[in-house]
């Protein structure tokens, strides 16, 4: 069972975590809504609940409930640019198909 | 697939639920678009990595419009199509405009409205607007949406606290013409305070000095707990870092000798010194170079000393407002725990200099003085677009610029809401009848800092009637003022005893323009000891008025009760006191106003018997006793 960042990602997270000034690290999960029935959750984390798992992906903790990692092992959060937008994206070997904008998915 | 954002821990928005705003700084030189991305506020480039987009627009024959870089290049070969500065024509006249001949455009103008005559048509300065927010807005769709599709939830867009309504309702004209959504226009220093208040979440009272291109803004604000008191503002509508310029040029066309410049070569001989006066921040001395459309060159070494010599009046005229809002706010250079520095033009050592030394303190400038207005309004738009818990929003208080209040008998003014009260506010004054029998009252709201109001601006009047007849001096009227946090002013009359009541809505800035609320309040101290005696003039005419009136209105009834030579006496003090109250001393009018009192004391003594005997006829000593 594992979740990752690229390298890029990392980074990203890192710089934002620093200007934000506080947090322990990033928190992902999945929630029952949306178009296609699952959404990613993207978040900063101020504190670590006592079931949460935790992995560390070049130097930054993800965090992640484990009802949520049944959904989303083996997932790689990257971070990329297409233009002038930026962003994080989720690549998440267990979708089956997601919606058309990619917010929300099916596994 | 869209990217994705990091969001506040337990803000996570549904799919396609995140509401994307913006704050944009529509400057005079240079704007700015920026938003909250990943819960920090960011400026967005455009392709070429560029935060600022130059407020330029040229118009070119075949209808094609460029903003920004494009137009700036143009700039010297076409200087009557490519409008700059076009922020100093929103919503003003062509009379209204400082150094309006400094201006290479064939002006229209038409009544209280500016227009430019352009190779692509006559365009007025909200259209102009509206292609650079045209252009930002595209630059923020394409940076936050990307392929995604969707829409800008909306825009904050920032004005100088000094803009009028007019002025006001320009820029939102020019936003929504460009698309965008509007969610509230804010104050440019409120903005500044934002930025810095909640990054640093420091308490206390701070001074915004914004020196932008062309508008200087100085505001007092009180930032406790997350809430910010806008305690005064003042500043210079027509100064800013174009003024520097402008000297600068001057200097040059005089060293060398040059009249007559041809709109091309002012255009251009300008943009050589605002290149110049940007060297100098680090530089100690600059050659400008310049080579004129007739073939002419000119060139000039200016060094720092020089220019901040040239330039240290226009760097004094922002510290006698700065002074002012101090005063008006009742704090001492001593209170102020911080100064926020903002606008390109507070880069000059020499500006930073004087404002340290004003204030006994380093500035603040750990922010990017042209950027810092854009951060904090698209953390305002953050937060007006709901992308934020309950219980962390925050109350923006602001001012209102001139004292409110009626006008008294003598057309005296009686202010009710002193000026930089802070809005939203209410407060009562108890007022009464000037005539026996008086059943209505007209109340005539007015605004200004002087003394009479033919020298105040008149907002309303209305009228409360159903005053029951009472005796002079006996009803009790209340009349309420209140400002809404919009700054709608509403006043409300209300009789005491029968509570009939009375009221009106009105806009206090209504017409008002900077130029004139500046122009009051210049009036307002220099005439300060004239507006005293002038007081003191209406004051006894109004009593010696009310004299004549009851002394008239007593023989009337009672003349009967004074012999000839009495009643002779008494007319002639009266027609004295006539033609006093017409005169301008008051001082005699009072001496004949008390010279009245003393002769007809003993009439007033004889008329209260028979008043008393009158009451007292036709009743028993039982009923009495009752």
């Not at chain 2, 923020?140 to 000094?162: F, M, N, R």
């Not at chain 2, 174009?242 to 001057?250: G, I, M, P």
């Not at chain 2, 007849?469 to 003022?481: D, E, N, Y």
């Amino acid at each position: 069972m594992a979740i990752s960042l690229t390298e890029r990602a990392a980074k990203r997270v890192a710089e934002f975590l620093g200007k934000r000034g506080k947090g322990v690290g990033l928190r992902l999960g999945v929630r029952t809504t949306g178009c296609s029935g699952l959404a990613y959750k993207l978040e900063y984390a101020d504190t670590i609940n006592p079931d949460d798992q935790l992995f560390e992906s070049h130097g930054v903790k993800v965090i992640i409930d484990p009802k949520s990692l049944a959904y989303m092992d083996g997932t790689e959060l990257d971070f990329a640019r297409e233009g002038l937008n930026e962003g994080f994206k989720f690549n998440n070997p267990n979708v089956k198909d997601q919606c058309g904008c990619g917010e929300s998915f099916n596994v | 697939m869209s990217l994705l954002q990091i969001a506040e821990p337990g803000d996570s928005t549904a799919p396609h639920e995140h509401r994307i705003a913006v704050g944009i700084d529509l400057g005079t030189t240079n704007s700015l678009v920026a938003t909250v991305r990943n819960g920090i506020p960011v400026v967005l480039n455009d392709h070429e990595g560029h935060s600022l987009l130059p407020s330029m627009v040229r118009y070119l024959r075949d209808g094609r419009v460029q903003v920004g870089f494009p137009a700036q290049a143009q700039l010297a070969r076409d200087p009557r199509n490519t409008v700059v500065s076009v922020k100093r024509f929103m919503g003003r006249g062509l009379k209204d405009v400082a150094h309006i001949e400094n201006c290479p455009y064939d002006f229209v103008d038409q009544p209280g409205i500016l227009k430019i005559r352009t190779a692509a048509g006559v365009k007025s300065p909200v259209e102009a607007s509206a292609e650079i927010l045209r252009v930002l807005r595209a630059r923020a769709e394409e940076a936050l949406i990307g392929k995604s599709g969707g829409a800008l939830a909306g825009a904050v867009v920032t004005v100088p606290a000094y803009f009028d309504e007019a002025q006001r309702e320009a820029t939102r004209d020019a936003a929504r013409l460009a698309g965008l959504n509007v969610l509230r226009l804010l104050n440019e220093p409120t903005a500044a305070a934002i930025a810095y208040g909640l990054d640093n979440a420091a308490e206390g009272i701070y001074a915004v000095y914004d020196l932008g291109g062309g508008t200087f803004d100085i505001s007092i604000l009180r930032l406790s707990r997350g809430v910010f008191e806008v305690m005064a503002t003042n500043g210079d509508a027509a100064l800013g870092g174009d003024d520097f310029d402008q000297r600068l040029f001057c200097a040059l066309a005089e060293r060398r000798g040059l009249s007559m410049l041809s709109p091309e070569d002012t255009r251009s001989l300008l943009t050589k010194s605002r290149e110049a006066k940007e060297l100098l921040t680090s530089q100690t001395e600059v050659c400008i170079t310049a080579r004129l459309a007739a073939g002419e060159a000119v060139e000039l070494t200016v060094t720092q000393e020089d220019f901040w010599d040239l330039t240290r009046n226009l760097v004094a005229k922002t510290l006698a407002p700065t002074r002012k809002a101090l005063r008006d706010a009742h704090l001492d250079v001593s209170d102020v725990k911080g100064v926020v520095m903002v606008g390109g033009a507070t880069r000059m050592p020499h500006v930073q200099q004087a404002v340290g030394g004003l204030f006994r303190q380093t500035p603040l400038n750990n922010l990017d003085p042209d950027k810092v207005v854009a951060l904090g309004a698209a953390i305002q738009a953050n937060v007006l677009a709901g992308n934020r818990h309950a219980g962390e929003d925050w109350l923006l208080l602001d001012v209102i610029p001139l004292s409110l209040g009626i006008e008294t008998m003598g057309g005296l003014v009686e202010r009710v809401l002193p000026r930089n009260s802070t809005i939203p506010t209410a407060r009562a004054q108890e007022f009464t009848t000037f005539r026996d029998g008086q059943t209505a009252m007209s109340i005539h709201v007015v605004q200004g800092e002087r003394e009479l109001v033919s020298d105040c601006r008149s907002l309303a009047r209305f009228e409360l009637r159903g005053i029951p007849p009472m005796a002079a001096g006996a009803a009790r009227i209340r009349v309420t003022f209140q400002v809404d946090a919009d700054g709608l002013l509403s006043v409300a009359a209300r009789e005491a005893s029968t509570g009939v009541e009375s009221a009106v809505t009105v806009k206090p800035s209504y017409g008002l323009d900077d130029g004139q609320i500046a122009q009051m309040l210049k009036d307002s101290i220099e005439h300060a000891q004239e507006d005293v005696r002038l007081r003191a003039l209406q004051e006894q005419r109004v009593e010696g008025e009310r004299m004549i009136e009851a002394t008239e209105s007593a023989l009337r009834d009672d003349a009967d009760l004074l012999a000839a030579e009495e009643l002779a006496a008494i007319r002639a003090a009266i027609e004295a006191l006539r033609r006093l109250v017409g005169g301008d001393d008051h001082r005699q009018i009072k001496a004949q106003v008390d010279r009245l009192n003393r002769i007809t004391e003993p009439f007033a003594g004889r008329r209260m018997d028979r008043i008393i005997k009158g009451a007292l006829t036709g009743r028993n000593v039982a009923a009495l006793g009752q």
